[in-house]
């Protein structure tokens, strides 16, 4: 995503990259950057916390104002009581290492959240709103 | 920082361990020491368009979903149509969050709150989904962000938000 944030910037548009993959994400370099000690997949906040996002949200665009790239804001939020969820993630048991890996099988198939929203893709046919780009 | 709190999670360094400890090749990440282009803002946040980019594999339901190898297709999200029609799908993260609620990953509720209390100008009414995980870089850098850069210069916002998975 950094990749992308550079490019836009390089186009005159001032961007602000909101994540928690922060090893990721710092080894490219974007314009600005603000963090979010989160869980993967709940960079802007926790499922169903309206208000907590908000606080997130609200913290985190201040990062517009940086006057030059480099910089780190910390979005002042916590996920738990404790930091124990880091303990694990990616980490094999060494009981049963290979429940480790949770690698998916790369399908090269539309993966739809249910039937129904594959029912309602194809029954339309066409999406002018899907920009497919060559390989 | 209290006593109690760990660093921040390296994902780079987690995931050499892991994939080294079955045998694969470290994965070659995208490095870049070489600072951006740094465009400073032109006015207030209060007055600013923002464009929002969120690589969590959102898509609408009726919109066709991502798939899983090195899919660098978009979605282009209308977000005066709120969250409750979108989906998520993604190979390489928890999706039960982004699945309970679609703004953890793609936070269109919370900036249209910030631009009803006016500290955001506005929210453009085009945002961009896609997938992360995508595995060439070469493929995000010569295809899918040039293609990324000139909808957001058409849609004139003034300010971009990238929320990566």
């Not at chain 2, 999200?77 to 969050?97: K, P, Q």
């Amino acid at each position: 995503m950094g990749l992308i944030a550079r490019q836009i910037e390089a186009a005159g548009i001032p961007t602000l990259c909101l994540g928690s993959a922060l090893s990721i994400l710092g080894s490219v370099f974007p314009p600005r950057l603000a963090f979010v000690d989160f869980p993967l997949g709940h960079t802007a906040g926790k499922p169903n916390d309206p208000e907590g996002q908000l606080r997130l949200l609200r913290q985190a665009l201040r990062g517009f104002e940086f006057a030059g790239p480099g910089r780190v804001l910390r979005v002042d939020e916590v996920w738990s009581e404790d930091d124990s969820w880091k303990d694990e993630v990616m980490r094999p048991d060494p009981e049963n290492p290979a429940a480790a890996d949770n690698r998916t099988e790369r399908h090269a198939t539309p993966q739809y959240q249910s039937e129904e929203d594959e029912r309602a893709a194809l029954e339309r046919g066409d999406c002018p709103t899907c920009v497919f780009l060559p390989a | 920082m209290p006593a109690y709190r760990k660093p921040p999670v390296d994902y780079i360094e987690r995931t050499r361990a892991l994939y080294g400890s079955m045998g694969f090749a470290a994965y070659d990440w995208r490095r870049i020491a070489e600072p951006p282009a740094f465009a400073t803002l032109k006015k207030p946040l209060s007055e600013c368009r923002l464009g929002l980019l969120g690589s969590g594999g959102v898509y609408e339901h009726g919109q066709t979903a991502f798939h899983f190898r090195d899919d660098i297709s978009f979605r282009v999200i209308d977000t005066t149509r709120g969250t409750a029609a979108l989906r998520a799908t993604h190979f390489a993260y928890d999706l039960e969050g982004a699945r309970k609620d679609p703004n953890v990953v793609f936070p269109i509720d919370p900036l249209q709150r910030l631009v009803a209390a006016g500290e955001l100008g506005e929210l453009s009414s085009r945002a961009y989904a896609f997938m992360g995980g995508i595995y060439s870089s070469r493929k995000v850098e010569e295809t899918l962000a040039p293609e990324l850069v000139a909808r957001v210069v058409k849609d004139e916002v003034d300010v971009a938000l990238l929320v990566p998975v």
